[in-house]
């Protein structure tokens, strides 16, 4: 088969074999820590280019199992030879190509991590290498860059920078306060940053503090190395002796990595060593963990982050036009700020990109930053948002998932607490968030009529009104339809 006889159905299927092929080659654990992920974006010529999620993941596939991936994809492609791992950004996979270099200024901006294309800045790891074997345990690389200065806050997120600056101070002062604490929102909303500015807030403080910042896939590769070198107990006890710990994406936690976390939390907790993790949702979710761990993790302190409101957009929008402005001279209009916080809604790091557009765009064309500019520059941001429309399918897949009732049961007459709630919410749902009328939400909801959806839609706003946990759930469950 030639590359570029490939179809999309034939990459499909092809992707399918290969997968088979190093899953059976490496074995179950160490596929689904480092294969899983991968996704098979294009052949081209004698190039196999894949996507991952995470930088540490892209460039531990390509370091480690590059030769084994061009391997498996040679059975059937007899002139494949390279391999390109490059990282997925809202679902996209970035270029083949190497990417035209951002501008970015000196601070950031208060964009709630750094921006994807940019390469993290060299700064001293906040750790200390314990290692007896002879190699190095180390920490994942702290941002100088994602500090308390930088973070902007808002409605959205002054509670998790609150208890974040709460923990760095008792830190500082030898005490440990919530413990565990676990921060989670989806994605770009400033979880990274705030545990990259608790580390680095703790470390120039007091550089004696034993302070480890790792990102899930770092924990496993530390791991998996560990227990391949027959070191595992030298990484346990690195981990055990450390004051402050930072766990990053945890949603990406998998196999026997994930148990080993559930044992290092709680000697830490027993030791009362602060312990900080953040993640993509609430500890309940986290299926990839033990019902003993994720008990842990909700018994400290759970803290969300909210979708960005518009206050707290411009808010961004205008930290980053200034910083722009005092390094370049660069002048934002009041109407291109409003413009950009009224149209991009996604995340952080999706505000910052758009100023880092009309930054290049005005340097290379020489255009002047208009409203104009932001629609035609923009236009893809956008229209990635206008795309997403939820539909009733979505809405049933997620709350038969969060709630682990069966989609079936939803649609179904039994009217038991365990389904009718999750039915009345569900329901809720696809009244505020799509444009089908009560007739059509009853039909798709097992031929109800719409005096019965009308009731769930009363039924729930009610109880948001009386139960604030139950807002927050509804909240996550509308921002994870809206993703």
């Not at 070191?231 to 998998?254: C, H, P, T």
């Amino acid at each position: 088969m030639a590359m570029s006889d490939v179809s999309s159905q034939d990459q499909r299927e092809l992707w399918t074999r290969v997968r088979a092929r190093l899953k059976a080659s490496v074995g179950e654990d160490v596929f689904t820590s480092w294969f899983a992920r991968l996704e098979l974006e294009e052949l081209v010529d004698d190039l196999v280019h894949l996507s991952a999620p995470t930088r540490f993941l892209c460039s531990w596939v390509q370091s480690n199992y590059a030769d084994r991936i061009v391997e498996a994809f040679r059975n059937d492609v007899p002139e494949a030879a390279r391999l390109q791992v490059t990282m997925r950004v809202n679902g996209q996979a970035r270029p083949r190509l190497a990417p035209v270099a951002e501008v970015v200024p000196e601070a950031p901006a208060a964009q709630q991590t750094a921006p994807v294309a940019t390469a993290p800045a060299a700064t001293p790891r906040l750790v200390r290498d314990n290692a007896k074997s002879g190699d190095a345990l180390s920490g994942s690389a702290i941002d100088p860059r994602m500090t308390f200065d930088s973070f902007v806050a808002g409605s959205a997120n002054e509670m998790a920078l609150g208890v974040a600056k709460q923990i760095a101070n008792a830190a500082i002062n030898n005490a440990v306060t919530f413990n565990p604490v676990y921060i989670h929102s989806t994605v770009g909303l400033g979880k990274s940053h705030l545990l990259n500015a608790i580390a680095h807030a703790v470390g120039q403080a007091d550089p004696s503090k034993n302070i480890v910042y790792l990102t899930a896939d770092h924990f496993m590769y530390h791991f998996i190395t560990a227990v391949q070198r027959q070191s595992a107990l030298g990484f346990k006890e690195w981990l055990r002796r450390v004051d402050l710990l930072l766990i990053d994406d945890m949603q990406f936690l998998q196999g026997k990595s994930a148990t080993e976390f559930g044992h290092t939390l709680g000697a830490l907790l027993t030791g009362a060593k602060q312990v900080v993790v953040a993640g993509d949702a609430p500890p309940r979710d986290l299926e990839m963990l033990d019902e003993r761990v994720r008990s842990r993790l909700s018994g400290g302190l759970v803290v969300p982050i909210s979708t960005f409101d518009h206050e707290l957009r411009r808010d961004i929008v205008q930290r980053r036009a200034d910083q722009v402005n005092s390094r370049f001279g660069m002048q934002f209009p009041v109407a291109v700020i409003d413009y950009i916080a009224r149209a991009v809604v996604s995340h952080g790091r999706d505000l910052d990109g758009a100023v880092n557009r009309l930054v290049a765009a005005n340097q290379l064309t020489g255009e002047l930053i208009t409203v104009p500019l932001a629609e035609k520059t923009l236009a893809d941001l956008i229209r990635a948002r206008d795309a997403k429309r939820v539909r009733i399918e979505d809405i049933l897949k997620i709350v038969s998932r969060h709630y682990k009732v069966p989609r079936n049961e939803l649609l179904s007459a039994r009217r038991s607490r365990d389904v009718v709630r999750p039915r009345q919410i569900a329901m809720y749902l696809a009244k505020a968030l799509t444009s089908r009328s009560l007739p059509e939400i009853g039909r798709r909801f097992g031929g109800r009529d719409h005096t019965t959806v009308l009731h769930s839609v009363r039924k729930v706003e009610q109880m948001i009104k009386d139960d604030l946990e139950l807002g927050q759930e509804i909240e996550l469950l509308k921002r994870m339809l809206e993703e």
